[in-house]
């Protein structure tokens, strides 16, 4: 029963161009999304979070889009850095519960 | 000046055996968190513990037992350890009311 879902187990892109990371979810009572960031042997970093009340939310070059009717959420990163390589975690509180269910993950390559 | 540590990094055991993962926060968090990461990568939520007291009890065998001596750590111990514990178990804390958790860095739990 997987509620959040991350189909994209990898992805490569060149270096200054743009990564666009997606995730779909099942429950349309998801409040509140968030992504995370995770380098080998670290633990997730948050990342950059959007409210089920808007539809996008922009941090300096990361931008999260929330499309509800589609129950789809994405995460663009602009311009992509080497830095950038990571996997990344799609995560979301059900309403009324304290409780993030996280996706799988999407391994992000940055080339140079 | 760590946030979110926790210890040991690494523990290979033997089945049967009896182990316990430390964690501390020093974020002043209310909220702490144990989640299991899996040989497929999902990220899970055992336990999450609210100023000492358990609010949420996944599925969880009784075999795994959180304690929390104070709202600044929560240690995980194990029973009668199995094959199928070896996962990456990561502790978190927050400050409640669906704000971001913020993780240290892993304990990778290898059962033989």
């Known amino acids: 029963d997987q509620q959040v879902k991350q189909n994209s187990p990898s992805l490569s892109v060149q270096e200054g161009r743009i990564s666009i990371l997606n995730c779909d979810y099942t429950n349309s009572m998801f409040d509140y999304f968030l992504w995370y960031k995770k380098y080998p042997a670290e633990g997730p970093t948050f990342l950059i979070s959007?409210?089920?009340?808007?539809d996008k939310n922009e941090d300096g070059r990361f931008t999260v889009f929330l499309n509800k009717s589609a129950k789809h959420l994405s995460l663009h990163i602009v311009p992509s850095q080497p830095g950038d390589s990571a996997v990344y975690f799609c995560a979301a509180y059900p309403q009324g519960a304290q409780k993030l269910v996280f996706g799988q993950g999407t391994r992000l390559t940055i080339n140079p | 000046d760590t946030a979110v540590s926790q210890t040991p990094k690494y523990l290979v055991t033997q089945m049967g055996n009896d182990k316990s993962i430390k964690c501390e926060q020093n974020?002043?968090?209310?909220?702490m968190y144990w989640y299991k990461q899996d040989s497929k990568k999902f990220l899970k939520i055992m336990f999450s513990?609210?100023?000492?007291?358990?609010?949420i009890n996944e599925t969880v065998p009784n075999r795994f037992s959180p304690k929390s001596p104070d709202k600044a750590h929560l240690n995980l111990h194990i029973n009668s350890l199995e094959l199928g514990d070896s996962a990456v178990y990561f502790c978190?804390?927050?400050?409640?009311?669906?704000?971001?958790?913020?993780f240290g860095n892993g304990t990778r739990l290898t059962v033989t």
């Open positions: 959007i409210s089920s009340i808007k």
């Open positions: 978190a804390s927050s400050q409640g009311d669906w704000s971001p958790l913020h």
């Open positions: 513990y609210n100023n000492k007291e358990l609010i």
């Open positions: 974020l002043g968090h209310d909220t």
